[in-house]
């Protein structure tokens, strides 16, 4: 096994921008968000970054993983309107959080997400495999 050395990314939005290039070159088969969540858990332990799964931001806020200590993954298999805009918001508002990567094979979960919340930038990851859907 070779070991992997933790990437030289400190700018938050560089960061989430590798996430980015990380998760969509790679072939998800996952019927289930915790099966998506364990792929993706796998892709960015093994790319070199501090991972922290289910982060507790607030007794209501624990996005899927905190990466880096300053970027927080969303996954999401099938939400998305004024929910899940909801729930970013709210780790938006914690001051750890410096940018947002939300996840999900389909298409339509990323309509309309915005550039940025309160101020912290959001990217999006478009997951390929069986489930990419319009």
């Known amino acids: 096994m070779v070991a992997v050395s933790a990437p030289s990314i400190t700018d938050p939005v560089a960061i989430a ?3 980015v290039a990380l998760l969509v ?3 998800y088969r996952a019927p289930r968000e915790r099966d998506l969540q364990d792929g993706i858990e796998h892709v960015l332990g093994s ?3 501090r991972v922290e799964r289910e982060f507790r931001l607030s007794a209501r806020d624990r996005p899927d993983f905190l990466v880096e200590g300053c970027v927080a993954v ?5 939400a998305c309107g004024s929910p899940v805009l909801s729930q970013l918001a709210r780790y ?3 001051r750890r959080v410096k940018a947002i990567v939300v996840a999900t094979p389909r298409l339509s ?3 309309g997400m915005p550039p940025e919340i309160l101020a912290v930038p959001v990217r999006g990851a478009a997951l390929p495999g069986p489930g990419l859907t319009l």
């Open 17 to 19: 921008e590798r996430v």
């Open 25 to 27: 070159d790679r072939v």
């Open 47 to 49: 790319s070199g970054f």
């Open 74 to 78: 969303e996954v999401k298999m099938s």
């Open 92 to 94: 938006a508002a914690d």
């Open 109 to 111: 979960s990323l309509a």
